[in-house]
C-alpha cells in the first residue's frame, strides 16, 4: 500500500532564507502529487499538484516542487521564506490505479520562520 | 471557505453523550469525507462517502457513523462521545474519485470531551 513520509515534523528557517520541505512516497507507479498549506487554526489549502508533465511544478505563494520518479520525492521548496509562511505542511499522494477514493497522507511538517 | 461548511465550530461535550457534526457544500461534489487531525498522527480518515447514501469506513472510523441523505449534506455522529474523540475534525469535498482536482477542505470544529 502507497504511504507517505515527510522525514521532518519541524524545520526552522530565518526570514527571507530558502527552504525545502521534504516528501517521499512509498511506491514508484504512477502517482498523483499533492502539497497542502494549513495556516494558524484553519483549514487546508491546495497549494500545487503534481499530475503528468513538466517535473517541475510551481504553486501558489512563491512555492514550488519537483516530482522525482527515481527518488520517489516531491520536495517543496521556495526561495525566500516570509513570517506569513509559517504554517503546518502536508504532502499526500494519490495512486490512480488505486480502486479507493482517497488521497493518503504525510504526517505533517511545521514550518517556523525566525525573525 | 467558499463552497464548504462545518458546523458548530467549536463544541465541548460530555463523556457519553452523542454529538452530530455537520458537513455542507454548495459545489455539488460527489465525493465527501471526515478526517480528524491530532497533534503527532496527522490527517486520518473516519468515512467517506461517494454519493448519496453510499458511504465507508476509513481508517479510524470506530465509534464514528455518517450519513448522507442528500448531496450537499455529509453528517458525522460520535455515538457516545470518548475523551480520546476530542480532536479537530475536518471535512473535505471532492469533484473526482482521482482526487485530480485535489481536495477542499472545511475550516475544521474543534471538539473537546469531559
Known amino acids: 500500500a502507497q504511504s507517505v513520509t515527510q522525514l521532518d515534523s519541524q524545520v526552522p528557517v530565518f526570514e527571507e532564507a530558502p527552504v525545502e520541505l521534504r516528501c517521499n512516497y512509498s511506491?514508484?507507479?504512477?502517482?498523483?502529487l499533492f502539497w497542502y498549506v494549513q495556516y494558524p487554526n484553519q483549514g487546508l489549502q491546495l497549494l500545487l499538484k503534481?499530475?503528468?508533465?513538466s517535473t517541475l511544478v510551481k504553486g501558489i505563494n512563491g512555492f514550488e516542487a519537483e516530482f522525482n520518479k527515481s527518488q520517489t520525492s516531491f520536495h517543496l521548496r521556495k526561495p525566500s521564506v516570509h513570517i506569513s509562511d509559517t504554517a503546518e505542511y502536508l504532502c499526500?499522494?494519490?495512486?490512480?490505479?488505486?480502486?479507493?477514493?482517497?488521497?493518503?497522507w504525510g504526517a505533517g511538517t511545521k514550518l517556523i520562520i525566525k525573525p | 471557505d467558499a463552497g464548504i461548511t462545518q458546523s458548530p465550530r467549536h463544541k465541548v461535550t460530555e463523556t457519553g453523550t452523542p454529538v452530530t457534526l455537520r458537513c455542507h457544500q454548495t459545489?455539488?461534489?460527489?465525493?465527501m469525507y471526515w478526517y480528524r487531525q491530532d497533534p503527532g498522527h496527522g490527517l486520518r480518515l473516519i468515512h467517506y462517502?461517494?454519493?448519496?447514501?453510499?458511504?465507508d469506513k476509513g481508517e479510524v472510523s470506530d465509534g464514528y457513523s455518517v450519513s448522507r441523505s442528500k448531496t450537499e449534506d455529509f453528517l458525522l455522529t460520535l455515538e457516545s462521545a470518548t475523551s480520546s474523540q476530542t480532536s479537530v475534525y475536518f471535512c473535505?469535498?471532492?469533484?473526482?474519485?482521482?482526487?485530480?482536482?485535489?481536495?477542499?477542505f472545511g475550516s475544521g470544529t474543534r471538539l473537546t470531551v469531559v
Open positions: 473535505a469535498i471532492s469533484e473526482s474519485s482521482q482526487s485530480v482536482y485535489g481536495y477542499t
Open positions: 459545489e455539488n461534489h460527489r465525493y
Open positions: 462517502s461517494y454519493g448519496v447514501k453510499d458511504t
Open positions: 511506491s514508484s507507479v504512477s502517482v498523483y
Open positions: 503534481y499530475l503528468s508533465g
Open positions: 499526500a499522494v494519490k495512486s490512480p490505479m488505486d480502486s479507493n477514493y482517497q488521497l493518503i
